[in-house]
């Protein structure tokens, strides 16, 4: 009975650590990297910043003071409008050439705005296109070390072990082989005139939110 009692047990101690294997292997073989958090933090994505910033910072901050300055202007036109409106829903010529005028005004106020904040998000995706080249690397070495199986972006996660996360030892890796990079892409990859081509790899960040015309 005894030797029949302990078979049972050895099975049932087999088994339970069948179930076990698939599990734990499976949370080994995924690593994660947080590349949003290496775009914000590393010392070339700092760099990158703070060249867009030296470049497009005050010209952007301008055109937006100037968009805010056109949509308070439309609006205004647009309530002195409603005053003076006749019946059958035409208005005084004068007060139709100041709507067209103002219109006119956002409209190129917008294009402006929009256009600037366009090429920075341009540069933006080079400078994090250029990050990713040597990021690929750096956590494959690191896959390949700690005999994982495949690394997936924290962003494309709800829930990981924290000891599969290889943000630190990536960032530190990539610190001490790229410090520096260029604003300034290949001539072939530049987006032509009014165009909106950008590099292979698409950007995560979010573009400001631009006013919009509050008519009421």
Known sequence: MKTKFTKIAMSAALATAALALPQAA???????????????????G????????????ARLRDLQTKLEAAVKT?????????????????????????????????????????ETRQEINYLSQYVQLQIVDKLVPITEKIRKD???????????????????????????QLNATLTTVSITPPQQNQPAAGGTAAP????????????????R
């Open 146 to 172: 700690r005999k994982g199986d495949l690394v997936i972006p924290r962003n494309g996660v709800l829930a990981f072990d924290p000891a599969n996360d290889i943000t630190v030892a990536s960032m530190q």
């Open 46 to 57: 700092k760099n990158g910043s703070a060249q867009l910033e030296a470049k497009y910072g």
């Open 74 to 114: 439309w609006n205004d036109q647009i309530e002195a409008a409603k005053k003076v409106v006749k019946p059958d829903g035409s208005v005084p010529d004068a007060t139709r050439d100041a709507l067209q005028k103002a219109q006119a005004d956002l409209n190129q106020a917008r294009g402006a705005f929009d």
């Open 26 to 44: 499976f949370a080994q073989a995924t690593l994660i990297v947080d590349v949003d958090q290496i775009y914000k933090e590393s010392v070339a």
């Open 200 to 215: 292979a790899r698409p950007a995560t960040t979010t573009p400001p939110a631009k006013p919009q015309p509050q008519s």
